[in-house]
């Protein structure tokens, strides 16, 4: 078996590794059927194919055997959901579109994101799912292409091929917002990247789930429950986004159907970090401590860098009067994301049950500081501004 078909990843990239930087040039030849945008559209997906295609070559050549396989395709398909094209020089004549574009990665950091897409299955079957719409829809704008070159461009195949431009153009919105979404937390221009997508693909399951999700983010619970069930009548199946409907009914208030949500996802897919981390969170409101212990360890089992898994751990040993170790999985929880405001808040409750009131009352200024309302309570209330 070649190199190529099946490559056994590591977890830890040669000390060479480095950040590379792949430019690739496309001219796409205008048929008549093809306007300014739909030439763009197309030319676009080709050199975004090349550049995938050589980063993935790279990658597979710095790489040392590890754990576990991951074939040429995923790799591809999981590059393309991290790594943001860019685009260096355009130029349209009216009957050819001219690109030319790169990509750069950190070869550490991009194994890194790899293994982790790898290890979530509902992460990579999304990005499978694009990279084989894609394919998809270029193949039918070649066959259309050629159809229409024999003399057969009657109004029904014209309106085909244009379908099949939007379908290619909402794949390539649906994926910036993914990258957006997932690797540089930009939400706002996420959601634009997602509303897009639907605008050209009204049925778009998963472009729906994707803004459901980001509605969660903001704590905008009954848009991101409207959401997430225009994409259940989509798609049923869709195990992310029963994990999404399912945060969102807990969020406001309906645990137990929140918790069967959730139930449906794990049936679909068990090893999606957030399908646990939702049900731990729900038991913890619940009062039902050790299935919430049992969730947050599954889901550090599934995802050992998910900052909110040890979150949760922590705010149930804390809740549990297990001080020591409580503190010991939040201060882990703010290791992977020293960004969260909760973290600092819950740790700080923590220290201040425990009567180390100095180090509670920091940890409440950086919650404060980073937006948590509980925490500028707390201050107030003690008069410091």
């Excluded at 990258?179 to 634009?192: C, D, G, S």
């Excluded at 009914?249 to 645990?255: D, E, R």
């Excluded at 360890?297 to 050992?304: C, F, G, L, Q, R």
């Excluded at 009067?321 to 503190?327: Q, S, T, V």
């Amino acid at each position: 078996m070649s190199v190529f078909a099946s490559l056994l990843l590591l977890y830890a990239i040669p000390a060479s590794a480095k950040t590379v930087t792949h430019t690739k040039e496309y001219t796409y030849q205008a048929s008549e059927a093809d306007s300014k945008l739909s030439s763009r559209t197309i030319a676009l997906e080709q050199v975004k194919r090349l550049l995938l295609e050589e980063m993935g070559t790279y990658v597979i050549s710095v790489t040392e055997v590890k754990d576990f396989e991951v074939n040429k395709d995923k790799i591809i398909s999981f590059t393309a959901g991290i790594v943001s094209t860019i685009i260096l020089e355009e130029k349209w004549d009216g009957l050819t579109y001219y690109l030319k574009a790169k990509i750069s990665a950190d070869t550490d950091e991009l194994a890194k994101a790899i293994e982790r897409v790898h290890r979530d299955q509902d992460k990579s079957t999304q990005l499978e799912a694009m990279r084989k719409r894609t394919e998809e829809a270029l193949k039918e704008i070649e066959d259309l292409k050629k159809e229409m070159g024999k003399g057969k461009g009657d109004k029904a195949t014209q309106e085909k091929y244009a379908q099949a431009v939007d379908v290619l153009t909402a794949m390539d919105w649906y994926r910036k917002g993914y990258v957006l979404r997932f690797n540089e937390y930009n939400l706002k221009e996420a959601m634009n990247a997602f509303n897009k997508a639907i605008e050209l693909d009204p049925n778009f399951a998963t472009a729906y789930a994707g803004r459901a999700a980001i509605y969660c983010e903001w704590e905008m619970y009954e848009k991101a429950l409207k959401e997430s069930e225009q994409a259940v009548k989509l798609d049923p199946n869709l195990s992310f986004n029963l994990t999404v409907r399912g945060r969102s009914k807990i969020a406001l208030g309906k645990v137990e159907e929140g918790i069967e949500d959730l139930n449906r996802a794990m049936v679909l897919n068990q090893k999606n970090v957030f399908t646990y981390t939702n049900r731990s969170y729900a038991y913890i409101l619940m009062g039902r401590y050790d299935e919430a212990l049992a969730d947050a360890n599954k889901a550090i089992e599934v995802d050992p860098n998910e900052s909110f898994a040890y979150f949760l751990k922590g705010r149930v040993l804390v809740t549990l009067n297990e001080f020591e170790d409580g503190i010991k999985y939040l201060d882990k929880a703010i290791e992977y994301n020293p960004k969260v405001a909760r973290f600092y808040y819950f740790r700080g409750k923590a220290f201040l049950e425990k009567n180390e009131a100095e180090r509670g009352l920091e940890d409440m200024k950086k919650a404060a500081a980073l937006g948590h309302k509980g925490a500028r309570g707390y201050l107030n209330s003690k008069g410091i501004q």
